[in-house]
């Protein structure tokens, strides 16, 4: 009884000591969304209600992992398993304040209002198998397959014949494979939508992460996660633009908007690329490449980052007719770069990364 009763007053005392940061996470948000609310700051009074759910997430991350601690039957273990939980709620409440920052400078590029697009059966095609004005950056057509190297990593994505009632609208499935060293990673279903402006809508995925583990017999990669996965008008999830019919430099778009799941964003940085044109945006792109794609001075380059991740940027480089032909991390210098694609002579005897 003795030891029971000190263990529940070190568990009351660990509730009092808890990190400032997850005190003020908690505190700050629904009077401040109230009032941004009230002001028509509808995207900040987002990002305020967000930042408090992530606190509470992270709350309840760290009682179940003390309830984990509690098990262990050796001190140090328990000890070890107790320092552990509570830097993890430490570095998950910063990560929480982080995604905070990033909203709010997402907001500033996405403005104010609320994120409701009315999308309607009669904006699309009723057959998205036979699209007749293929926007040229992003041509979604039956067949059409691109192949992407990058370090350890290759990728395949095939436009399929297959199509995906979505939101009252018939959307395509395109198939995302991903190697790591010939070992399927990850695989992913994405739903696309062609308007007939040539707009081009992202209605959702379905997500499959594997992963492969030493010792195994046989050796076969197994789900681990479905993290990502949304859908369009499921759970008050919403579609995003992947890709403007005429892109505009300084536009930014919402390609996924779930929240607190799949958040991402694409700012125009470019219409007009062409190597030696910029120095900065010209950073680790691999020259024979982006000549062979861009000569005629129309390429476009965009700024993508998700708000779940904050500080991490990813250009994207797209030709007319070919679609992405190169990812780019500016700080790091990786990328993926196409290597070859079926429906363009474009493509033929690509560089190697």
Known sequence: MKEDFRGGRQAHAALLVLP????????????????????????????QMLLRACGFEKQDDYWVMRAKCNNESEAQDRNECLENASIELREGNELCAEQFDSRLGACAS????????????????????????????????????????????????????????????????????????????????????????????????????????????????ELVAIDGRFKADVDLDKAGIIFRAKPVVGEANLEEFSLGNAEDVAEVLSTSYRYGAEAELDRFVPRRLAERMCSAGDCVVTNNFSMLEPGVFERKYYARGIGVFLEVNPDSGEKSQLVNCNFSSKCLSLPRP
């Open 20 to 47: 400032t940061i997850a005190v003020v996470i908690l505190a700050f948000g629904l009077d401040a969304a109230a009032a941004a609310q009230t002001t028509g700051a509808y995207c900040t009074a987002t990002a």
């Open 110 to 221: 996405l403005g104010e209002g609320r994120y409701d697009p009315i999308l309607e059966r009669g904006m699309f095609l009723s057959d998205p198998t036979h699209i007749t004005n293929l926007n040229p950056y992003f041509p979604i057509k039956v067949g059409n397959r691109w192949d992407y190297a990058g370090g350890t990593e290759t990728n395949v994505v095939e436009v399929t014949n297959e199509t995906k009632l979505i939101d009252d609208f018939r959307c395509l499935v395109v198939r995302d494979l991903v190697y790591d060293e010939g070992v399927l990673i990850e695989a992913t279903d994405d739903w696309y939508a062609q308007a007939k402006s040539g707009d081009v809508w992202y209605c959702g995925e379905e997500v499959k992460n594997f992963e492969s583990f030493a010792g195994d017999q046989p050796q076969r990669p």
